[in-house]
């Protein structure tokens, strides 16, 4: 049984930086792409960034560009995402996604809050 586990999340402050992780395990983490969402309150989930395998290719978010950047790494099973000059905006659940096929594995999200 897949399994994703999202850390990295907390409070920090507006043009503050956090690094989210998400380890994966129970599949071929390699064969998956992979992607980040986020779900804020009353809002609908947006999906964030996304990775392909071997890290052929990125995709991001207009409200994120230049600013997140999403990368793994085969050899952990982990996928990251970088986020720099945060916003209140960004303030949400982020969600670790990985999708093969028509198989998807989500995770249980980390709390991202951007507040002074």
């Known amino acids: 049984q897949g399994q994703l586990v999202e850390a990295g999340g907390g409070l920090v402050q507006p043009g503050g930086s956090l690094r989210l992780s998400c380890a994966a395990s129970g599949f071929t983490f390699s064969y998956y792409a992979m992607s980040w969402d986020r779900q804020a309150p009353g809002k609908e989930r947006e999906l964030v960034a996304t990775?392909?395998?071997?890290?052929?290719?990125?995709n991001y978010a207009d409200a994120v560009k230049g600013r997140f950047t999403i990368s793994r790494d085969d050899g952990k099973n982990t996928v990251y995402l970088q986020m720099n000059s945060l916003k209140p905006e960004d303030t949400a659940v982020y969600l670790c996604?990985?999708?093969?096929?028509?198989?998807?594995?989500w995770g249980q999200g980390t709390q991202v809050t951007v507040s002074a």
């Open positions: 990775i392909t395998r071997a890290g052929a290719s990125t």
């Open positions: 996604n990985a999708k093969f096929l028509s198989i998807s594995h």
